[in-house]
């Protein structure tokens, strides 16, 4: 279940990660204000992001800073615990928007031919994208 973080809270933590990046350490005091452990956190903060982005509320850039970002701490978190999920698999699927890859002509958006794709199969059943 992914819980609920007040809008003002979501943009500075969205506009930190995408300016100067997120490291654990920060969020910690996100964390102890919002009664949300670190995995949480990062989870929701991923999930906004692919939200936002699939329903074209955010440009694939912005999201991919955002998510590079937040890597550091994703990381991080997954080598205390568990990796942190639906977040790395987020971060992945904006990876795969970066670059073309082998065999794609030019006129190939790859955040519309990969991350899209990967971003709404991951969003089915955790928020309203319809």
């Not at 997120?22 to 949480?40: A, M, Q």
């Not at 977040?87 to 790859?110: K, M, R, T, V, W």
Request: proline share 5%; glycine share 8%; aromatic share 8%.
């Amino acid at each position: 279940m992914i819980k609920a973080i007040p809008h003002t809270e979501v943009e500075v933590l969205l506009s930190k990660a995408q300016e100067s990046g997120l490291e654990l350490t920060g969020l910690s005091v996100y964390c102890l204000n919002l009664g949300l452990r670190p995995v949480e956190l990062l989870n929701a903060l991923s999930i906004e992001v692919a939200r936002r982005f699939v329903l074209g509320e955010m440009p694939y850039a912005v999201g991919d800073d955002i998510m590079n970002g937040l890597f550091t701490a994703i990381f991080d978190v997954g080598m205390e615990e568990v990796m942190p999920q639906p977040a790395f698999n987020i971060y992945l699927a904006i990876d795969e928007g970066e670059y073309q890859h082998l065999g794609d002509s030019d006129h190939i958006a790859p955040s519309e031919r990969y991350s899209r794709p990967y971003l709404v199969e991951m969003l089915r059943g955790l928020v309203d994208i319809a």
